[in-house]
């Protein structure tokens, strides 16, 4: 079967899809558990905090994407002696990275605090929170590597099942803790940290497991510590890096905003970011698939095999956005209620969910064009078009949210990933030159 075609986008998508759909469920169902406790400070402890986290880690979200470009490009090439040094060379990365996060945590915890507008007894939540999710950074990160890893070997039933993996048994231990134990939300919490740290052991033993299969398992000091490959490497990363820390700064931002209006405005935002996650993990099942597809196409350097994923990927996904959009349209009041037993949060939401229909539809652009860019190991363009929206964003949603409040942080968003596709189709032609000069 044709490498690009819709049949086989599909089957590397299709388990990346049911993965990716239980990811946002987590954070749904943190969200579910906390609004029905009948307190708002729980929800608004939960929203804050799960963004926080999700701008740290994700800010390392190069462990990810840059281990799928590299791992896709050398599997183009057969070296899978390369494949295991970028592993171990990026798992102990992450024990460097996982340290300093666990060090400096009073320090992130209290600039935090300083940044976000919290009454006092959701600060007290918050940090309840705070101090344990904060030891899930080694699972978490390791995790990261891992789903790069078959991501890039188009193995994506493996990532696949990693992150469901992880994603079930976080649900599962979280609704335990929380209904039975009565702990809160050191309950959602606790199911994160167990989880990651479960997860990411079964896993990166089959890792190497499966690595044996097609090279020697041994650690190569004079290749890991390659200056030229470290240096390499450190490029596309740092690339990817700013760019991660931008994005997730963005919806850090987009939180920050509503708790300039109020919490019940946090409240109400979380319920639909949510649903929007969740969107987003569904689509980047296509770009992830596609990532793993255009580096092996330049590792074998075929034009035409590019020049198709391209094509079809962005059919599957704009079908998909469309379809996700008319789901939400119809059963948004269902999923809002079930989020929340706090009537006015739920009118709240409603009140918003015009922009929970627009985003799929309008972001489903920008997610496929990260593929692309993510499978050539495109970094610096990834940082260049991330850059000009985020700055545009913050621009924009500063005069917006002045202007009509909630709407205008919503209106912002629907900009910044608009604004996210068009910059990155400007770069489109770099890729190609890659080809042109191979």
Known sequence: MQKSSI?????????????????????IIDTALMGNLGNLSYLSATSVAANLFSMIFWSFGFLRMGTVGMVSQANGRNDYSEILNIVIRNLLFVTFISIIIILLQNFILNLSLKVFDLSEITRDIYKQYFRIRVYSAPGELTLYIITGLFIGLQKTKTSSFAVGFFSILNILISIVLVTIFNLNIKGVAYGTLFSA??????????????????????????????????????????????????????????????????????????????????????????????????GYSLGKKDLSLFKNIVKNSFILSSISGLIISIIYFFAYEYVIN????????????????????????????????????????????????MV?????????SIILTKLIFNNGIWISLCIFMILRAISLFYYLDKIYLRFRNS
Do not use: H
């Open 197 to 294: 740290l479960i997860t990411s052991t079964i896993f990166l033993i089959y890792t190497f497991y499966y690595l044996s299969k097609f090279t020697k398992i041994q650690i190569d000091f004079e290749q890991i510590f390659n200056l030229r490959k470290i240096n390499n490497i450190f490029n596309i990363n740092l690339n990817i890096f700013i760019r991660t820390v931008l994005l997730t700064f963005s919806f850090l931002w987009f939180t920050y905003l509503g708790t300039q209006i109020g919490e019940d405005y946090v409240a109400a935002n979380a319920i639909l970011i949510n649903l929007v996650f969740l969107s987003a993990f569904i689509l980047d099942a296509y770009a992830f698939s596609t990532e793993g597809i255009v």
């Open 7 to 27: 049949q086989y986008i599909l089957k590397l998508s299709i388990p990346i899809f049911f993965a990716n759909l239980a990811v946002p469920m987590v954070g």
């Open 338 to 385: 079930l989020m929340s037993d706090l009537e006015e949060i739920r009118e709240l939401s409603s009140s918003y969910v015009i922009w929970l229909i627009i985003l799929p539809l309008i972001s489903s652009f920008c997610y496929q064009f990260d593929g692309i860019f993510i499978g050539a190991s495109q970094t610096k363009e990834l940082r260049n078009a």
């Open 388 to 396: 000009f929206s985020v700055l545009s964003y913050l621009i924009i």
